[in-house]
């Protein structure tokens, strides 16, 4: 790249929502849009790889999200078509909680009051259904019908590919330095020169907090690790038998335990991971490199409790993070400008998101509106909740994404 380049949109980072920004802004006749990536393409660095992510329509997050997730699935489907490749499985949902626990009763009237596709589970029935868990007395399951499993490198490779064939430049092992907004432009400083754009989105993941400050106070960063255990029979864990799940386990003392898994997608291991178990970092960098031996143990054992079949000791394992908000709603805004649109804090809950995030925020750049954006993402709106409940605090992970 020469030490000066013009462009109508530069998107900064090409993960989760990044790459999926570029493949709807390619599609956009006349535009010259450049892609920058601090890393290499379709990475291990950020918040999106490890194999698989949740797919659900029914949100227990809320009914805010369940028409973005229909959209979502039909974008997802259109990346399909469009590449050639396999991204969703649609082997279904399962939740398994004790029947009255939050958790299911907010999946249960979301799934009522939108129609959604399922099957319901009373404890007998979940254990005549799914013999792979140890369900409780008093367990009761919801099967989500429309939703499974996302295969997050290849839609993000998926969507890089389809953004290339179709007139984007992509610069990648390329840092940006600063983001310097002006009225009418924007100059991107990289570490190979400067860009100068009529628009920006900002999709940069745990990186935002850096290049957009004035988010740091809204968005944290958080450790999330990802497990994978090996069954003693991998024939009764494969998709056809086996949906993604989340668990919610009641403890003695008080305390819940979150896990959630995926499939077998490897031929010989499932994903079985846990909630979240570091404090909060200031940067990406700080995020331990592994689990420790004994977190590791008690993991083990805790997974074994839930999936008997399962060895206790993990055949793999992965650290992630990602930008938290303090409620769990993701920061979506187009600056007052109108030029510079940000995308942060996914909460570990973004990949089933990704393709809706990547037109809302090119709709938000390039038409200064998207039906898709909601009032609630705006940092306006995210700074009124904080002042209205200082007590909240984070919501437990349904899948460490990017780790969704």
């Known amino acids: 790249?020469?030490?000066?380049?013009?462009?109508?949109?530069?998107v900064v980072g090409a993960g989760t929502t990044g790459s999926m920004a570029l493949w709807q802004l390619s599609k956009r006749p006349?535009?010259?849009?450049?892609?920058?990536?601090?890393?290499?393409?379709?990475?291990?660095?950020?918040?999106?790889?490890?194999?698989?992510?949740?797919?659900?329509?029914a949100a227990k997050?809320?009914?805010?999200?369940?028409?973005?997730?229909?959209?979502?699935?039909?974008?997802?489907?259109?990346?399909?078509?469009?590449?050639?490749?396999?991204?969703?499985?649609?082997?279904?949902?399962?939740?398994?909680?004790?029947?009255?626990?939050?958790?299911?009763?907010?999946?249960?009237?979301?799934?009522?009051?939108?129609?959604?596709?399922?099957?319901?589970?009373?404890?007998?029935?979940?254990?005549?259904?799914?013999?792979?868990?140890?369900?409780h007395d008093g367990d009761v399951g919801i099967l989500d019908l429309h939703a499974g499993g996302l295969r997050p490198e290849v839609a993000v490779a998926a969507a890089l590919d389809r953004a290339e064939a179709q007139g984007a430049q992509l610069l990648f092992n390329t840092?940006?330095?600063?983001?310097?907004?002006?009225?009418?432009?924007?100059?991107?400083?990289?570490?190979?020169?400067?860009?100068?754009?009529?628009k920006v989105v900002v999709s940069a993941g745990s990186w935002t907090r850096t290049l957009v400050p004035e988010l740091a106070d809204l968005v944290t960063v958080k450790p999330l690790g990802l497990t994978w255990f090996m069954p003693r029979r991998i024939a009764d864990f494969t998709p056809d038998r086996f949906p993604v799940f989340m668990r919610d386990v009641y403890l003695r003392d008080g305390r819940v335990v979150h896990f959630f898994g995926a499939p077998s997608l490897d031929g010989y291991s499932i994903k079985v991971s846990p909630s979240?178990?570091?404090?909060?970092?200031?940067?990406?960098?700080?995020?331990?490199?592994r689990f420790t031996r004994e977190d590791l143990v008690l993991l083990g054992q805790q997974?074994?409790?839930?999936i008997p079949e399962l060895n206790p000791e993990p055949v793999r394992t992965s650290l992630h993070h990602d930008g938290f908000t303090a409620d769990s709603v993701p920061v979506v805004e187009l600056d007052a400008s109108g030029?510079?649109?940000?995308?942060?804090?996914?909460?570990?809950?973004?990949?089933?998101?990704?393709?809706?995030?990547?037109?809302?925020?090119?709709?938000?750049?390039?038409?200064?509106?998207?039906?898709?954006?909601?009032?609630?993402?705006?940092?306006?709106?995210?700074?009124?909740?904080?002042l209205a409940d200082s007590s909240v605090t984070i919501t437990p992970l349904e899948e460490p994404a990017a780790l969704v």
């Open 1 to 10: 790249m020469s030490s000066m380049q013009d462009a109508d949109v530069v």
């Open 303 to 306: 997974v074994q409790a839930l």
């Open 276 to 289: 979240l178990l570091w404090d909060d970092v200031e940067r990406p960098e700080q995020v331990p490199e």
């Open 61 to 135: 997050e809320g009914a805010l999200y369940v028409p973005l997730l229909r959209e979502a699935r039909d974008l997802w489907r259109e990346l399909e078509a469009e590449s050639g490749r396999e991204i969703y499985l649609e082997c279904g949902a399962l939740s398994i909680g004790p029947a009255g626990c939050e958790p299911m009763e907010t999946t249960a009237r979301v799934v009522r009051e939108h129609g959604l596709a399922h099957r319901g589970f009373t404890t007998e029935q979940l254990r005549a259904a799914y013999p792979q868990f140890a369900v």
């Open 175 to 198: 840092g940006v330095l600063d983001i310097e907004r002006h009225a009418d432009h924007t100059l991107v400083r990289t570490t190979q020169g400067v860009i100068r754009t009529r």
């Open 339 to 386: 030029n510079c649109a940000v995308v942060a804090g996914l909460s570990g809950n973004g990949f089933k998101f990704a393709p809706v995030h990547g037109r809302m925020l090119a709709e938000l750049v390039l038409d200064g509106t998207s039906p898709l954006h909601r009032e609630a993402f705006t940092v306006a709106a995210h700074r009124a909740r904080r």
């Open 30 to 57: 006349g535009l010259t849009v450049v892609g920058v990536e601090q890393f290499g393409r379709v990475h291990t660095h950020g918040s999106f790889s490890g194999e698989s992510r949740l797919f659900r329509t």
